[in-house]
């Protein structure tokens, strides 16, 4: 049984007075207790502490995700040969594709110093979404605010400084003014565009990331638990109905946390690209 589906079938099993039960005949079930986000929590204790800090599984997973993209692309490309086979090309596929499609479509040939870090975040948050899937596992890590947040912000501040370094303090120009733009407007404008360029950018980029896989985990669980809650009292097939469900939202959601990824990353290539624009 899935972590999603037995996170969710415990919520399920025990009403306030622990009367409750998914397979009762007291009418429970979906009529009292629905999945509800419940089923993101691992465990109200930290695995063990390291100066004080309680290390969680969302953690220890990031650890985990990191030393496989750290791995895998070590393998692929320590000793390249000429001819790639194997894992090393896989590798300069997986490579070709984030600056071809990404980085140069963004900024041109001058983004192929950013590709690296393009490469790496886009690999880092499919693996987060992609840990959902794995057996054993079944939890999008990216389904915790606090991981999307802390990557929003480590592009905030990869794009604000490539800004400022680029073009010093006329960096703000670029952010508040935009070109074409009748001066009477600007005084409107100007506060728009920099709330926008500075603060709303890394909050939508987290929150869409956050929110898709969060949504996404919870609809496969809900059609998970219905399946198992319908034979109990509906049939099999309003059973079967919410079984089919549960497997077109799988593959769905397969493609969007590869969609996300790809979204994450295009969008911080596009962030990049007006750092290194001309100034207006």
């Given at each position: 049984?899935?972590?999603?589906?037995?996170?969710?079938?415990?919520a399920l099993?025990?009403?306030?007075?622990?009367?409750?039960?998914?397979?009762?005949?007291?009418?429970?079930?979906?009529?009292?207790?629905?999945?509800?986000?419940?089923?993101?929590?691992f465990?109200?204790?930290?695995?063990?502490?390291?100066?004080?800090?309680?290390?969680?599984?969302?953690?220890?997973?990031?650890?985990?995700?990191?030393v496989l993209?750290?791995?895998?692309?070590?393998?692929?490309?320590?000793?390249?040969?000429?001819?790639?086979?194997?894992?090393?090309?896989?590798?300069?596929v997986?490579?070709?594709?984030?600056?071809?499609?990404?980085?140069?479509?963004?900024?041109?040939?001058?983004g192929?110093?950013?590709?690296?870090?393009?490469?790496?975040?886009?690999f880092?948050?499919?693996?987060?979404n992609?840990?959902?899937?794995?057996?054993?596992?079944q939890?999008?890590?990216s389904?915790?605010?606090?991981?999307?947040?802390?990557?929003?912000?480590?592009?905030?501040?990869?794009?604000?400084?490539a800004?400022?370094?680029?073009?010093?303090?006329?960096?703000?120009r670029?952010?508040g003014?935009?070109?074409?733009?009748?001066?009477?407007?600007?005084?409107?404008?100007?506060?728009?565009?920099?709330?926008?360029?500075?603060?709303?950018r890394?909050?939508?980029?987290a929150?869409?990331?956050?929110?898709?896989?969060?949504?996404?985990?919870?609809?496969?669980?809900?059609?998970?638990?219905?399946?198992?809650?319908?034979?109990?009292?509906?049939?099999?097939?309003f059973?079967?109905?919410?079984?089919?469900?549960?497997?077109?939202?799988?593959?769905?959601?397969l493609?969007?946390?590869?969609l996300?990824?790809?979204?994450?990353?295009?969008?911080?290539?596009?962030?990049?690209?007006?750092?290194?624009?001309?100034?207006?």
């Amino acid at each position: 049984m899935s972590l999603s589906l037995a996170a969710g079938v415990g919520a399920l099993s025990t009403d306030s007075s622990g009367s409750c039960h998914l397979f009762g005949s007291n009418g429970c079930g979906f009529d009292h207790v629905a999945p509800t986000s419940s089923i993101f929590d691992f465990s109200n204790r930290p695995w063990f502490h390291i100066a004080g800090w309680g290390v969680t599984k969302p953690v220890v997973l990031a650890v985990l995700i990191t030393v496989l993209v750290v791995s895998f692309f070590w393998v692929a490309f320590n000793k390249p040969k000429m001819v790639p086979r194997g894992v090393q090309n896989i590798g300069e596929v997986a490579y070709l594709f984030v600056r071809d499609r990404m980085a140069r479509d963004s900024m041109g040939k001058q983004g192929d110093k950013y590709v690296p870090f393009l490469f790496s975040l886009f690999f880092f948050v499919w693996l987060m979404n992609v840990m959902s899937f794995v057996p054993g596992i079944q939890f999008p890590v990216s389904s915790r605010i606090a991981f999307p947040a802390a990557l929003a912000v480590m592009v905030w501040l990869t794009y604000m400084y490539a800004g400022f370094k680029r073009h010093g303090l006329g960096y703000f120009r670029v952010l508040g003014v935009p070109s074409g733009v009748p001066l009477g407007i600007l005084f409107i404008l100007t506060p728009i565009e920099l709330l926008s360029n500075i603060f709303i950018r890394p909050f939508t980029l987290a929150i869409r990331l956050f929110a898709n896989m969060f949504a996404g985990h919870l609809l496969v669980a809900t059609f998970s638990i219905g399946a198992w809650y319908m034979f109990s009292v509906k049939g099999i097939l309003f059973s079967g109905a919410s079984f089919t469900m549960a497997i077109v939202m799988t593959g769905f959601e397969l493609f969007i946390q590869a969609l996300q990824a790809y979204i994450f990353v295009m969008l911080t290539a596009s962030y990049l690209a007006g750092a290194l624009e001309e100034a207006h």
